[in-house]
């Protein structure tokens, strides 16, 4: 399969446990994408990578989510001390450069109880 | 004021019916607009992307209007699989250019029926 794959695809966890999330992206892609979406929502923007570098984050990415991609292929999403509102998808895709219309992995599902 | 807004619907219709969804966005300098189809519990997947000119593909018509900054999709000839939520996307476009972002509308959820 060449697509986009994120680990694990549900995750269940108490309130105040730290949750981390990876996403493997198409291999020759360069920008990485992260989004999160809530029941009746559409999908909101969270953060951005060209290659290792962070380019944007999120007003939504407080300071208790942080999201790496340290050698411009896979990025893990952690966030700490969760919160029963952090509980959605959270979906992560990949592209070449700034084209759009890109496909999104199957998500990963965080309930937080 | 939400970057684009869809009436979430439910859109509940019969097998064979036509049916539009509606869509504004409030950037006027984006540049790239898409209908997104996602399943439930599913990720979205991109169904088509919409031209000034308008698109087709099989049953499903978009179009787009600049000018009012609006966005629509038709479908004709409903099918049961056709029941899933439609996402009205546009991409994220500023003065340093195309962030490759992409904004999502709320979902328009369509339930066709026997």
């Known amino acids: 399969d060449t697509g986009v794959s994120q680990d694990p695809r549900h995750k269940i966890t108490k309130r105040g446990q730290n949750v981390t999330f990876r996403c493997d992206p198409i291999?020759?892609?360069?920008?990485l994408y992260w989004y999160r979406q809530t029941l009746g929502q559409g999908p909101e923007f969270l953060t951005y990578?060209?290659?290792?570098?962070?380019?944007?984050k999120s007003r939504l990415l407080s300071n208790r989510f942080s999201a790496e991609r340290p050698k411009g292929s896979f990025s893990t999403l952690e966030i700490q001390r969760t919160e029963q509102g952090d509980s959605a998808m959270y979906l992560c895709?990949?592209?070449?450069?700034?084209?759009?219309?890109?496909?999104f992995g199957s998500g990963t599902r965080l309930t937080v109880v | 004021r939400k970057e684009v807004e869809q009436d979430p619907g439910p859109f509940n219709v019969p097998e064979g019916a036509t049916v539009a969804f509606n869509c504004t966005y409030s950037?006027?300098?984006?540049?790239?607009f898409f209908w997104y189809r996602q399943d439930c519990r599913k990720e979205p997947k991109l169904l088509m992307s919409?031209?000034?000119s308008g698109n087709e593909d099989g049953r499903f018509t978009a179009q787009l209007n600049r000018a009012s900054q609006y966005i629509s999709l038709l479908i004709r000839d409903s099918k049961l699989s056709d029941s899933a939520t439609y996402l009205c996307v546009v991409n994220d476009f500023r003065g340093s250019g195309n962030t490759g972002k992409l904004i999502f509308g709320q979902g328009t959820t369509l339930q066709v029926k026997p």
């Open positions: 950037n006027s300098a984006s540049q790239s």
């Open positions: 291999s020759e892609h360069n920008r």
């Open positions: 895709a990949s592209s070449f450069g700034g084209q759009v219309g890109y496909t």
């Open positions: 990578f060209q290659n290792e570098a962070q380019l944007e």
């Open positions: 919409v031209y000034s």
